[in-house]
């Protein structure tokens, strides 16, 4: 166990750059040295910790396949990637606690009070004051700490910057005062919980699974509260591709409508049935009564119910191709997806804005720059955001150049799937 400037002397000594390296590899040690060395000298400069140091991480994921089929209680296969938000965190001594994020205001949460507060809604400190309830709701005594974060999680990215930041308050809490007895799957469930009822966001699982496990996680929803998990092992970095998350530049706002009506929709198919979500009703039923579906719920809604029962297969094939490390037949199990979200869920755009079509035509580009190979997708939630390449090595650059080119610098980013979620970096 380190104090805070012991860390920061053991971070500058290197006695830190194996621990770093797991997380961040050895190529990306530089970088993550001097992030943690940040972040350390932040909390030793603001907060002055009497009490023992160490750095957490929470990740940003992102989603590998099942488009819009967590909801309907499907399947989905996600990922966590190497943007995350590290912090440097300590004990107070206190029954509060403050984070200090770079760009932000400081944030205090005071721990006498585990209620929701509706004027907290929609910020940070709900996140907080929700992942804290969870955890003590789960009998453990908590406390407060200081804490120093900063994030290159994407903004508008698809890449879940909440759920990264519930992980990351969550493994804080969890090492500090739980013992580190919470596993990563209880640690995601009180991020959704934070989420749902303090933040006021009725977001499923799929993000804070992505974030808290690490690697490629397969998750089957069928029982939401009791969600089936395993890790998809493959090592993506032999598979002579890497993942771009491609930011259109298009705006997230106003979309709520859009995302609203995709359940709305495949819930009416269900409802035609006696059900509530399409997991719930046998694809045979669905496909005999598609005359009668598209008089009385429309031919978009037949659509997307038809999006689901694809998508919902193709997420558990393309988990099954990682396992056997048939990297060739998931490339195209995504092409299929991808494909799939523009013709049949059809979120690539929104009828509400019809001259912003910012994701089809990425998606256009990005195939004759792929030229047959690697594989694309909108990725998320879609309507506006980001799409998803997988991009052969010897065609990076130029998919890189050419994306730029459409949509400016810095809108192609490059990144890896990393093995760890939600952790403890260095204690």
């Known amino acids: 166990m380190y104090s805070c400037n012991q860390l920061l002397q053991a971070l500058k000594d290197g006695e830190c750059d194996a621990s770093l390296s797991l997380v961040y590899t050895t190529a990306g040690l530089s970088q993550a040295k001097a992030r943690a060395l940040h972040v350390a000298q932040s909390l030793a400069d603001i907060f002055a910790p009497k009490q023992n140091a160490a750095l957490f991480s929470g990740p940003g994921r992102t989603e590998l396949g099942g488009n819009h089929t967590d909801h309907q209680h499907g399947h989905v296969l996600c990922a966590s990637v190497d943007m995350d938000m590290l912090a440097c965190a300590a004990p107070n001594g206190r029954n509060v606690i403050r984070v200090q994020s770079e760009g932000y205001p400081a944030l205090e949460?005071?721990?006498?009070?585990?209620?929701?507060?509706?004027?907290?809604?929609?910020?940070?400190?709900?996140?907080?004051?929700?992942?804290?309830?969870?955890?003590?709701?789960?009998?453990?005594?908590?406390?407060?700490?200081?804490?120093?974060?900063?994030?290159?999680?994407?903004?508008?990215?698809?890449?879940?910057?909440?759920?990264?930041?519930?992980?990351?308050?969550?493994?804080?809490?969890?090492?500090?005062?739980?013992?580190?007895?919470?596993?990563?799957?209880?640690?995601?469930?009180?991020?959704?919980?934070?989420?749902?009822?303090?933040?006021?966001?009725?977001?499923?699982?799929?993000?804070?699974?992505?974030?808290?496990?690490?690697?490629?996680?397969?998750?089957?929803?069928?029982?939401?509260?009791?969600?089936?998990?395993?890790?998809?092992?493959?090592?993506?970095?032999?598979?002579?591709?890497?993942?771009?998350?491609?930011?259109?530049?298009?705006?997230?706002?106003?979309?709520?409508?859009?995302?609203?009506?995709?359940?709305?929709?495949?819930?009416?198919?269900?409802?035609?049935?006696?059900?509530?979500?399409?997991?719930?009703?046998p694809e045979t039923d669905f496909r005999s009564a598609l005359p009668v579906l598209r008089q009385e719920c429309g031919d978009r809604a037949v659509l997307r119910a038809l999006h689901f029962y694809d998508d919902d297969r193709r997420a558990v094939q393309e988990a099954e191709a990682l396992e056997r490390g048939d990297f060739a037949s998931f490339l195209a199990l995504v092409n299929a997806s991808g494909l799939s979200s523009s013709l049949h869920l059809q979120n690539t755009w929104s009828t509400a804005d019809p001259r912003q079509q910012a994701i089809p035509v990425v998606l256009a580009l990005g195939r004759e720059l792929l030229d047959g190979t690697g594989a694309i997708r909108v990725h998320g939630g879609g309507f506006a955001g980001t799409v998803q390449a997988f991009v052969p090595l010897e065609k990076l650059e130029s998919f890189r150049s050419g994306m730029e080119a459409l949509l400016g610098p810095g809108m192609c980013h490059v990144l890896r799937i990393r093995p760890q979620g939600g952790c403890v970096v260095v204690t």
């Open 109 to 281: 949460v005071d721990l006498n009070s585990l209620s929701p507060k509706p004027e907290e809604q929609n910020t940070s400190a709900a996140l907080v004051r929700g992942v804290a309830a969870g955890v003590a709701q789960r009998g453990y005594n908590i406390g407060g700490f200081d804490a120093c974060a900063v994030s290159n999680v994407l903004s508008g990215s698809g890449l879940s910057s909440s759920a990264a930041y519930e992980i990351l308050i969550g493994n804080i809490l969890n090492h500090f005062f739980c013992g580190g007895k919470l596993n990563p799957v209880e640690l995601a469930k009180i991020g959704q919980y934070a989420e749902n009822v303090y933040f006021g966001k009725p977001c499923g699982l799929m993000d804070q699974m992505g974030a808290s496990i690490g690697g490629a996680v397969a998750i089957d929803f069928r029982d939401p509260a009791a969600p089936v998990m395993r890790k998809a092992d493959y090592d993506f970095a032999q598979s002579g591709h890497v993942l771009c998350i491609i930011n259109t530049g298009s705006c997230h706002a106003d979309l709520t409508d859009d995302y609203a009506a995709v359940t709305l929709e495949m819930g009416a198919v269900a409802a035609h049935f006696g059900q509530k979500f399409l997991r719930d009703v």
